[in-house]
T-cell receptor, first 110, second 116 residues
């Protein structure tokens, strides 16, 4: 499943499929980007980050892609699991201050 | 989220009362950041403090809101004369130094303030 555009807030994906969550950022000066996962009643949990001198970074089951030309960030989750159901936020930073996107709610179907 | 402790987890106040939110940073961390999250939205920066100093309060409303991080004890976010629009989740994060975009912030589980 894939979310497209800045304003699509939900993504429904079949368990075992790959998920792609997209994010457009606004500040050309931002040089550090982070993806957070937030479950109900909890604080944002760090998933993966990337600096502006890179265009791809991989973690365990997750990959972040950065396209500075069009100011676009994406998070790919491989083999989505029920525990991946949450709200996902991208955040950008040029210093200590993080600017968060609106978030995408991911629901995993069994 | 391990390490940054916030209390209370839930706080209910009537309009006009005061709300005090506490944040204990991770051990050894001297920098604290407060963010606010309205329902269905992302987090918004409020204030950045070091021990005994406010570094950046540009995201905090000028009236009714104040923050401190004393030499001893937790950081406190204080909201005086609360209004319904203050209902939100308030999150705290800490770092050992000014992050400068080099490392992610790790957040506590927040205080959910409800104003009735």
């Amino acid at each position: 499943g894939e979310s497209v555009g800045l304003h699509l807030p939900t993504l429904s994906v079949q368990e075992g499929d790959n998920s792609i969550i997209n994010c457009a950022y606004s500040n050309s000066a931002s040089d550090y980007f982070i993806w957070y996962k937030q479950e109900s009643g909890k604080g944002p949990q760090f998933i993966i980050d990337i600096r502006s001198n890179m265009d791809k970074r991989q973690g365990q089951r997750v990959t972040v892609l950065l396209n500075k030309t069009v100011k676009h960030l994406s998070l790919q989750i491989a083999a989505t699991q029920p525990g991946d159901s949450a709200v996902y936020f991208c955040a950008e930073s040029s210093d200590y201050k993080l600017s968060f996107g609106a978030g995408t709610t991911v629901t995993v179907r069994a | 989220n391990a390490g940054v402790m916030q209390n209370p987890r839930h706080l209910v106040r009537r309009r006009g009362q005061e709300a005090r939110l506490r944040c204990s940073p991770m051990k050894g961390h001297s920098h604290v950041y407060w963010y606010r999250q309205l329902p269905e939205e992302g987090l918004k920066f409020m204030v950045y403090l070091q021990k005994e100093n406010i570094i950046d309060e540009s995201g905090m409303p000028k009236e009714r809101f104040s923050a401190e991080f004393p030499k001893e004890g937790p950081s406190i976010l204080r909201i005086q004369q609360v209004v319904r629009g203050d209902s939100a989740a308030y999150f705290c994060a800490s770092s050992p130094e000014r992050t400068g975009g080099k490392s992610p912030l790790h957040f506590g589980n927040g205080t959910r303030l409800t104003v009735t």
